[in-house]
T-cell receptor, first 116, second 112 residues
Framework: KAGVTQTPRYLIKTRGQQVTLSCSPI?????VSWYQQTPGQGLQFLFE???????NKGNFPGRFSGRQFSNSRSEMNVSTLELGDSALYLC???????????????FGEGSRLTVL | SQQGEEDPQALSIQEGENATMNCSYK?????LQWYRQNSGRGLVHLIL?????REKHSGRLRVTLDTSKKSSSLLITASRAADTASYFC????????????FGKGTRLSVIA
């Protein structure tokens, strides 16, 4: 069974640009969560999608958005990039509706974004 | 905001020794999970312990949970160089659809 796939793995952007990151969950998983990881703040929750609906959103500005498609694949978008958006963006999938119901999250390898 | 806080932030031991990492959290939980992350990679789930459990084992891993102290510990026995990684605790609360909240992790270095 293929794991969680994130693309691209690495990307470099300049301030003011926008970026779209993609996540393909494990086959059969309907929940996708996104996290931002930085050395200073650690792992910060961005949002969670289940069956194409955003069920939860973290404390991030509106420049951060996401969506989920009918095949459970998810994308997140960051507009008007700032230097502080440089981070490892991690996607995680689970079968059911989050850690309360099913427990563990399965993570992808992440997309490392550098903003210059 | 972080729910779990790991202690110590960094730990360096010799191969064959045991490594103990601690996690403290603030609110009531449904379950607590431990994950491992090799440098710059994704997180890998290690073990989940529910709030009504006190101890759980998986191979060389032993996790304890003390809900009265709101703390958990992860013990890795007979450490190997391959155990070098960052270890995170993550908590799931009982409140509706709240997400899994991670601590900042303990960086473990196992020296051969």
């Amino acid at each position: 069974k293929a794991g969680v796939t994130q693309t691209p793995r690495y990307l470099i952007k300049t301030r003011g640009q926008q970026v779209t990151l993609s996540c393909s969950p494990i086959s059969g998983h309907r929940s996708v969560s996104w996290y931002q990881q930085t050395p200073g703040q650690g792992l910060q929750f961005l949002f969670e999608y289940f069956s194409e609906t955003q069920r939860n959103k973290g404390n991030f500005p509106g420049r951060f958005s996401g969506r989920q498609f009918s095949n459970s694949r998810s994308e997140m978008n960051v507009s008007t990039l700032e230097l502080g958006d440089s981070a490892l963006y991690l996607c995680a999938s689970s079968y059911g509706r989050g850690p309360l119901i099913t427990g563990e999250l399965f993570f992808g390898e992440g997309s490392r974004l550098t903003v210059l | 905001s972080q729910q779990g806080e790991e202690d110590p932030q960094a730990l360096s031991i010799q191969e064959g020794e045991n490594a103990t990492m601690n996690c403290s959290y603030k609110t009531s939980i449904n379950n607590l999970q431990w994950y491992r992350q090799n440098s710059g990679r994704g997180l890998v789930h290690l073990i989940l312990i529910r709030s009504n459990e006190r101890e759980k084992h998986s191979g060389r891993l032993r996790v304890t949970l003390d809900t009265s102290k709101k703390s958990s510990s992860l013990l890795i026995t007979a450490s190997r160089a391959a155990d070098t990684a960052s270890y995170f605790c993550a908590t799931a609360t009982n409140s509706g659809n709240t997400p899994l909240v991670f601590g900042k992790g303990t960086r473990l270095s196992v020296i051969a």
